[in-house]
């Protein structure tokens, strides 16, 4: 079942798995809070139809706090085929101390290649995830900036346009 083949994994990956296991549910749960805040703030705060600077304060933190997340989430993705390699170099080191003995040489190139597995299967979607969201952050960052930038110059046109009928009466 798939419950035994994950309890296989770990036991033969050893502490490595372990450290596999940590990144991925980190992983996960930044994949999940940049899901959830990117949807849950895309239409109402993060691209504001009005000039209200709490509106953009606001779609601003939260962009920020999304790129940081999605920094953490790529190194993650880089950390988890470097902890797969050290695996592989930890098992290749138990084949070359095994002495000839059989079982020691298939037990560590099992160790190195579960390992190296575990961590290229994690890295893959880790990447992927991010460049995802890296790609629309910096939509929403231009779509915001423009919509500020449109209702900057709005706000701008109706000032001169309250001096200059100011001015003419």
Excluded at 76 to 101: N, R
Excluded at 104 to 110: E, M, P, Q
Aim: hydrophobic share 45%.
């Amino acid at each position: 079942t798939f419950f035994e083949s994950i309890k296989f994994v770990f036991s033969s990956g050893g502490l490595l798995n372990a450290a596999l296991a940590i990144c991925a549910f980190a992983a996960f749960f930044l994949v999940f809070k940049i899901f959830f805040s990117l949807r849950a703030n895309s239409k109402k705060t993060l691209l504001p139809l009005s000039d209200s600077a709490p509106d953009s304060a606001r779609a601003a933190q939260i962009l920020r706090s999304c790129q940081r997340d999605i920094a953490l989430l790529k190194t993650l993705a880089f950390i988890s085929p470097l902890l797969g390699l050290l695996g592989t170099v930890i098992g290749i080191a138990q084949c070359a101390a095994s002495g000839g003995d059989a079982r020691a040489i298939s037990d560590g190139v099992s160790y190195s290649l579960i390992t190296t597995q575990t961590g290229l299967v994690l890295a893959i979607p880790e990447w992927i995830a991010a460049i995802v969201f890296s790609s629309r952050v910096k939509e929403l960052q231009s779509r915001h900036e423009s919509a500020n930038f449109g209702n900057n110059r709005m706000k701008n046109f109706r000032e001169i346009s309250r001096e200059t009928s100011d001015g003419d009466t």
